[in-house]
């Protein structure tokens, strides 16, 4: 509160629910986290039994030995690196060109458009004719299948856009333009280093999704060598369902050897889930200060 405001028994109870409600939220998204690092280098009969629900118990990195002692862990770490930051410098320079072209006022036919441009959000050529364009552009099984058809998200580009909108002087494009810079040079020169944070924020949208990505690779892509990481976890989590499950007529010490075996894929399904995911834990802090900059300055005009 402001000094010399003096706060009312109904401020006082909203900061009161205020406070209770965001305890409660970080709980709710702090635990599954802490469980999973919990679960991951714990003893997974532990686990399974319950007797672990929070911190490590009988701590053991045999999960993290088995999965990287995979190769193509390493493979597809390479390819799905390779597919993001290729993947997202194409993004960028769809995504920010466009919104600008289409935060311009004196873009002839912009409304028109933006409108073509929406209509794609709703509506889509479904997945086989995507399949068939893909196939005769020839691009299956090669990293253009990834991360060309995904080239630019309409969403990103209307946002983008309002940033250009109310975060961009006018007078300040005019006076270049009057000073005799073109068009390219106005916007290579003076928006995009006025535009770092919603740049970051497209990188940080565009990365993670490209990082997560697998249902591309799965439909376009043939060669393992070319799997990207999320692909290659996939199959790595049904092949130890798979071991874990066994088949057939079964005695003592077989069910021994599966229930290990199952133990065994529960403590690599922990692992899996964070060698996926913390690089991405690991840059959002570097981001997130242009984040917050990138959405919220857009909806303030002044």
């Known amino acids: 509160m402001l000094a010399g405001v003096r706060e009312t028994k109904r401020d006082k109870l909203f900061l009161f629910c205020n406070t209770l409600y965001v305890l409660i939220a970080f709980l709710i998204v702090f635990y599954p986290v802490v469980y999973m690092v919990s679960a991951s280098i714990s003893n997974p009969k ?3 039994s319950g007797e672990m629900w929070l911190w490590p118990r009988d701590i053991t990195f045999d999960g993290y030995k088995r999965v990287f002692a995979n190769s193509n862990i390493w493979v597809g770490y390479t390819n799905t690196l390779i597919y993001t930051i290729v993947g997202t410098a194409i993004n960028l320079l769809v995504t920010l060109p466009a919104a600008y072209a289409l935060s311009r006022k004196d873009f002839v036919g912009r409304h028109f458009f933006t409108g073509m441009f929406m209509v794609t959000m709703f509506f889509g050529g479904g997945l086989v004719p995507t399949y068939l364009l893909v196939k005769q552009l020839g691009m299956i099984d090669t990293m253009w299948a990834i991360v060309i058809p ?22 300040l494009q005019e006076a270049a333009l009057i000073d005799g810079a073109s068009n390219i040079k106005l916007f290579v020169r003076i928006i995009l280093p006025l535009s770092m944070p919603i740049i970051a924020v497209m990188a940080l949208f565009y990365g993670v999704g490209n990082w997560n990505s697998y249902f591309s690779a799965l439909i376009y892509l043939n060669d393992a060598a070319k799997y990207p990481l999320q692909l290659v976890l996939r199959q790595i989590l049904v092949l130890q369902e798979m071991g874990a499950q066994g088949g057939g007529a079964i005695d003592a010490s077989t069910a021994a050897a599966m229930n290990t075996k199952a133990e065994i894929a529960a403590l690599v399904r922990y692992a899996v889930i964070i060698v996926a995911t913390l690089p991405i834990i690991l840059i959002y802090p570097f981001l997130q200060r242009y984040f917050v900059q990138g959405v919220m300055i857009g909806s303030i005009k002044g």
């Open 150 to 171: 995904s080239a630019a998200s309409i969403w990103n580009i209307i946002v983008s856009r309002t940033f250009f909108q109310s975060s961009i002087p006018r007078e």
């Open 46 to 48: 532990l686990v399974a």
